[in-house]
């Protein structure tokens, strides 16, 4: 199983990104989905996360700036990051869970990728 995540980097406050997460080796349609960050000397923190039926979820610290989405044809999922704030840097990791009667099934993790926003 393999999450591999790309797309981050530096960017300006103000400004956005879009992360991308290409999932192997899992039947990705099945799992639901999730962004975690995890800022330096912090807990890692929910970000945003999409079921297996399509339903996003956001933690307040994205509400109205992140979107997550998921293209199942494709077995990748997506955050695009807008109005970017210096507090929004972090490592951003792909998250994938599959559970079943409330029974954690499955889990895995992708190597994060960074994203500092700064002047």
């Known amino acids: 199983v393999q999450l591999v995540e790309s797309g981050g980097g530096l960017v300006q406050p103000g400004g956005s990104l879009r992360l991308s997460c290409a999932a192997s080796?899992?039947?990705?349609?099945?799992?639901?989905m999730g962004w975690y960050r995890q800022a330096p000397g912090k807990q890692r923190e929910l970000v945003a996360e999409?079921?297996?039926?399509?339903?996003?979820n956001y933690a307040d610290s994205g509400k109205d700036r992140f979107t997550i989405s998921r293209d199942n044809a494709k077995n990748t999922l997506y955050l695009q990051m807008d109005s970017l704030k210096p507090e929004d840097t972090a490592v951003y990791y792909c998250?994938?869970?599959?559970?079943?009667?409330?029974?954690?099934?499955?889990?895995?993790w992708g190597q994060g990728t960074p994203v500092t926003v700064s002047t």
């Open positions: 998250h994938a869970n599959y559970d079943i009667n409330y029974q954690r099934l499955a889990e895995y």
């Open positions: 999409i079921t297996s039926g399509d339903s996003p």
């Open positions: 080796g899992i039947t990705f349609a099945l799992y639901d």
